[in-house]
């Protein structure tokens, strides 16, 4: 079975503009998570989708969103980037909520604004 | 809120040495408790979890013990081999604002395994 995959692998923009990053869970994942892993950091909650609804936001800027679709991908859409945005972008899929469920991660999109 | 502490690296042994990687945590519920796994250039691997106290997880000779007593979650392997090398992270999962189970993590401990 295919794991979380993630695009693009590597990304490159400078100051002010605009990305967008995505992400497919593994078949049968409602949910779908975003980190963010800055160099030398664990990685950072933005983000948690179940079932098209957002159900959970970390402490980021409202210049971060995101959306999941009807086939539960997702995408991150961050607007006016900054210099320290740059960092190692995180999918994470489950299969639902509960607490004990295991996340699995995808490879990641690093990105570099400068 | 919740978080986690766990032994600032890097962490540097011999191949077949024990090896200890300690964690504690802050949480408001009753979370799960996990450690995952990044090898250079990757993303992270999910290595080992608990979801209750006393609860064992292992894998791969890995082990970790839910210590509700002492918050504690502690990684240990008897014999690491040079291939053990990667970025250890300790992470717990709570129902955060009632709607949610976020992971939590620690900042990561570099483990390098000489041979």
């Known amino acids: 079975d295919a794991g979380v995959t993630q695009s693009p692998t590597h990304l490159i923009k400078t100051r002010g503009q605009h990305v967008t990053l995505r992400c497919s869970p593994i078949?049968?994942?409602?949910?779908v998570s975003w980190y963010q892993q800055v160099l030398g950091q664990g990685p950072q909650f933005i983000f948690q989708?179940?079932?098209?609804?957002?159900?959970g936001r970390g402490n980021f800027p409202d210049r971060f969103s995101a959306r999941q679709f009807p086939n539960y991908s997702s995408e991150l859409n961050v607007n006016a980037l900054l210099l320290g945005d740059s960092a190692l972008y995180l999918c994470?899929?489950?299969?639902?909520?509960?607490?004990?469920?295991?996340?699995?991660f995808g490879p990641g999109t690093r990105l570099l604004v400068l | 809120g919740d978080s986690v502490t766990q032994m600032e690296g890097p962490v540097t042994l011999s191949e077949e040495a024990f090896l200890t990687i300690n964690c504690t945590y802050t949480?408001?519920?009753?979370?799960?408790l996990f450690w995952y796994v990044q090898y250079p250039g990757e993303g992270l691997q999910l290595l080992l979890k608990?979801?209750?106290?006393?609860d064992k997880g292992s894998n791969k000779g890995f082990e970790a013990t839910y210590r509700k007593e002492t918050t504690s979650f502690h990684l240990e392997k008897g014999s690491v081999q040079v291939s053990d090398s990667a970025v250890y992270f300790c992470?717990?999962?709570?129902?955060?604002?009632?709607?949610?189970?976020?992971?939590?993590f620690g900042k990561g401990t570099l483990l390098t395994v000489n041979p």
């Open positions: 949480a408001t519920g009753y979370p799960s």
């Open positions: 078949s049968g994942h409602k949910s």
């Open positions: 994470a899929s489950s299969r639902g909520l509960a607490g004990g469920e295991t996340q699995y």
């Open positions: 608990a979801t209750k106290a006393d």
């Open positions: 992470a717990l999962s709570d129902l955060s604002g009632g709607s949610n189970y976020k992971l939590t």
């Open positions: 989708y179940y079932e098209k609804e957002e159900r």
